[in-house]
């Protein structure tokens, strides 16, 4: 038995990133008409919602209107009192313009709940007690002095989020977790981030800054199989920019094989004049006019309509550091997707991005973290209610 009941919780969520705070503001809002229901948020960082903060380049682009769960979204937020506004292209932000004020909506939303910030999880274990009861989780781990803490939980979610970004916390710490209950881990890289790249003749360092609008081709083994038109921002070594990081989810190696023999197979086509045709280009006398004088420099002694299929070789995807999302995680056919609950594991639920789901740039990864963290919540109350009767 535990001696000091005070520090056994309804729910410890494991993580105050996205999925993390969704879950604990939905949670609250589901239980506050039931007293004595306990709620702590452990989180690694000093402060909620590092990550957060980072997102959408400082203006967190919530939701997208692709997604199929938007409303889901844009509905709990208008319930912590964050009205939106979406561009041309369907990204949803906070009408302020402010990742921050997310945070601080969050923040706020939660400010019911124990909070543990500096709080480092070193284990999570499930206890069977001699009586046959059903059980609790034991966490282990070190408290913002220092300290080692155990924490008493009847459910825990998880959501610690994968491996990109490590500056803002989010290093892979989860996965080992979920293995040690037996959960499968699908092979995690980072995808969201720029390419390293090369062409015969050219000093990319000497396109650092250049932005230029264009269509952009992934080959594998010399078939197209993904495409995306955007601006491309010419980087020390390669390219980056919206467009190309949509690429880099298709940019892996086969079940068995070296990525750094996959990326042999890999090349990208580039269209530096997507609203011209080969015969308007071939009326020119230079790409100077629809490229910057820099980027034209490139192309001078060649013919203009080249510009519509400059072939680059794939060098590297760039780090963790640079990745906005995690391609992998804890596998999808051991959670319950309507309920995020593990199927190995009763009591554990898994959101965000430390699941084998992810998307394309836009919206469509938060959207991910919103969703799985209510859905998860919402289950959560439900069978302690339930269980309540």
Known sequence: MIENRMMKYDLVIAGGGAAGLAAAASFIRETKQDGGVSLCILEKNDALGRKINATGGG???????????????????????????????????????????????????VCGADVRCGFTIKVISRVKPDD??????????????GKMDMIFADHVLMAMGGKAGPQY???????????????????????????SCGAEGVDFASLKGVRAKGTVILHKDG???????????????????????????????????????ALQRFTITVDLAPDFTEEELAARESAFGILTEQLAAVFDGTDVSTIKNWQLKIDGVKGWRDAQATCGG?????????????RL????????????AQGPCGGFNLQNAWETGIKAAGAIAKGIKKGDE
Not at 230 to 252: R, W, Y
């Open 59 to 109: 203006r967190c682009n919530l939701t997208n209107e692709a997604c199929p769960g938007k409303n889901i979204t844009l509905d709990f937020f208008r319930g912590l009192g964050i009205e939106t506004w979406h561009d041309s292209e369907g990204r949803y932000y906070p009408y302020t313009n402010k990742a921050s004020d997310v945070t601080k909506a969050l923040a706020d939303a």
């Open 132 to 145: 046959g009861s059903e059980g609790y989780f034991m966490i282990t781990g070190t408290g913002a002095d």
């Open 169 to 195: 916390g989010t290093t892979g710490d989860g996965y080992t977790i979920a293995r040690a209950f037996g959960h499968s881990v699908t092979t995690v890289f980072p995808i969201l981030t720029g390419v």
């Open 223 to 261: 078939k197209p199989i993904v495409r995306d038109t955007g601006e491309i921002q010419f980087t020390e070594d390669g390219i980056s920019g919206i467009c190309v990081f949509n690429l880099t989810p298709h940019i892996k190696a086969d079940k068995r094989e070296k990525f750094e023999d």
């Open 330 to 342: 804890v596998a999808l056919d051991e959670i319950n997707m309507d309920t995020m609950e593990s």
């Open 345 to 356: 594991v009763p009591g554990l639920y898994f959101a965000g991005e430390i699941i084998d």
